[in-house]
Each structure stands twice: as structure tokens, then as C-alpha cells.
T-cell receptor, first 113, second 112 residues
Framework: GAGVSQTPSNKVTEKGKYVELRCDPI?????LYWYRQSLGQGPEFLIY????????DSGLPNDRFFAVRPEGSVSTLKIQRTERGDSAVYLC???????????FGPGTRLLVL | QKEVEQNSGPLSVPEGAIASLNCTYS??????FFWYRQYSGKSPELIMF????GDKEDGRFTAQLNKASQYVSLLIRDSQPSDSATYLC????????????FGKGTLLTVNP
């Protein structure tokens, strides 16, 4: 595709449920990033992949959050036992490589009731 | 302590005026600086990046960087109503060559 795509665009779930958010990066981009944006705030870094491996997951808030990128392309962010405080826009970005411009997808708006 | 600071605004300017958006950062080792535009309900879109001290111009947009003062700005000349958006300053910190740290953003409104 022409840009980063994310699915679903919106997700409403109940507290305690499990959710998966998917990101399809720009073709050829080896670096993939997840950020989270709360209302009125800038995006905050969650995790960075170079290829298949998570090179830095220091931004994940706790062990309920996990992300994978098994084939070095599509990535899935997984949130277990969701809490109301997890409600935010989850943004995925990709870049050709390190220090290259990061291009953002449209985001997934997660609402935990 | 927030590493990237921006005036939250809102900043309101008349159509045709120059809009000036400012950003300061705390990490002296920061090397790369980015301005993203975010329309309401949309994802951030890259406007400009700058690596070297001085000015960088692209059409109606000029980014200015002063590493000694740890200051980066974005000027928008001949502002248009379509420029109304939140402008996010992002910094690639010196200790990382991949992690962007964003400010809260400045809401700009251009009045016709």
C-alpha cells in the first residue's frame, strides 16, 4: 500500500477483555514503531521493531502490553485485561531505517468501557 | 519532567499572517527535529525536519534551529484556514536514533 495502514480504525471493548491492534507498514520499511496518544497529548513511544525483533520495548506501560512482528512486516499490539486507562489512540509508524523519517498510520481509537 | 515543551495555545492568526510556533527541548544531545501537523481526529503528518543550526525553508514553511538555546521553531507564512491544526514538535534524542519524543502540540487557528 501507499502508506501505513492500521486495523481496526475503532475498537470498543469492555474492561478486562483482550484486544489486538494490527499495523501494516509501508512496503520496504524495516523499522516499525508503536506510539500511544491520549487526548490533548503528543504521541508517546511504546515499542520499536527493527526487522522481527523488538529492539526497544521500554515504553510499554506494563506486562499487559505485548507486541509482535513475526515476519518483519505486519505487527500486532496485544493488550490483555484491558483497563479504562488504556483508552487512547494507538499509532503505528514505519521508516526505512534508523534516523529516517517516521510515517504514521491513521491510528486505532481504543475505548475501554 | 517533560523533555519537549510547546505552548499549548490556542494560537489564533488572521488569514495571510505569519504563524510562529515554538518548541524547546531538554536533551542537549538531540540531533534531529521534526514538525508534524495533526488535524483533529487524524494522524500526525510530517511537515518538516531539520538537523543543522539555522533556517530551512520549504514553500510557506520555515524551520529554525538553535542548538545552543535548545530551541526549534516553525514559521508559516501567508497562513491559510487549511493550516488550522495542531502542530507537534518531535525530537530524536541523542541517546536514541529511533525514539521520537513529542511535545503536547500547539493548536493553531487561522481565521478567514
Amino acid at each position: 500500500g501507499a502508506g501505513v495502514s492500521q486495523t481496526p480504525s475503532n475498537k470498543v471493548t469492555e474492561k478486562g477483555k483482550y484486544v489486538e491492534l494490527r499495523c501494516d507498514p509501508i512496503s520496504g520499511h524495516t523499522a516499525l514503531y508503536w506510539y500511544r496518544q491520549s487526548l490533548g497529548q503528543g504521541p508517546e513511544f511504546l515499542i520499536y521493531f527493527q526487522g522481527t525483533g523488538a529492539a526497544d520495548d521500554s515504553g510499554l506501560p506494563n506486562d499487559r502490553f505485548f507486541a509482535v512482528r513475526p515476519e518483519g512486516s505486519v505487527s500486532t499490539l496485544k493488550i490483555q485485561r484491558t483497563e479504562r486507562g488504556d483508552s487512547a489512540v494507538y499509532l503505528c509508524a514505519s521508516s526505512l531505517g534508523l534516523q529516517e523519517t517516521q510515517y504514521f498510520g491513521p491510528g486505532t481509537r481504543l475505548l475501554v468501557l | 519532567q517533560k523533555e519537549v515543551e510547546q505552548n499549548s495555545g490556542p494560537l489564533s492568526v488572521p488569514e495571510g499572517a505569519i504563524a510562529s510556533l515554538n518548541c524547546t527541548y531538554s536533551d542537549r544531545g538531540s540531533q534531529s527535529f521534526f514538525w508534524y501537523r495533526q488535524y483533529s481526529g487524524k494522524s500526525p503528518e510530517l511537515i518538516m525536519f531539520i538537523y543543522s543550526n539555522g533556517d530551512k525553508e520549504d514553500g510557506r514553511f520555515t524551520a529554525q534551529l538553535n542548538k545552543a538555546s535548545q530551541y526549534v521553531s516553525l514559521l508559516i507564512r501567508d497562513s491559510q484556514p487549511s493550516d488550522s491544526a495542531t502542530y507537534l514538535c518531535a525530537v530524536l534524542s541523542g541517546g536514541s536514533n529511533y525514539k521520537l519524543t513529542f511535545g503536547k502540540g500547539t493548536l493553531l487557528t487561522v481565521n478567514p
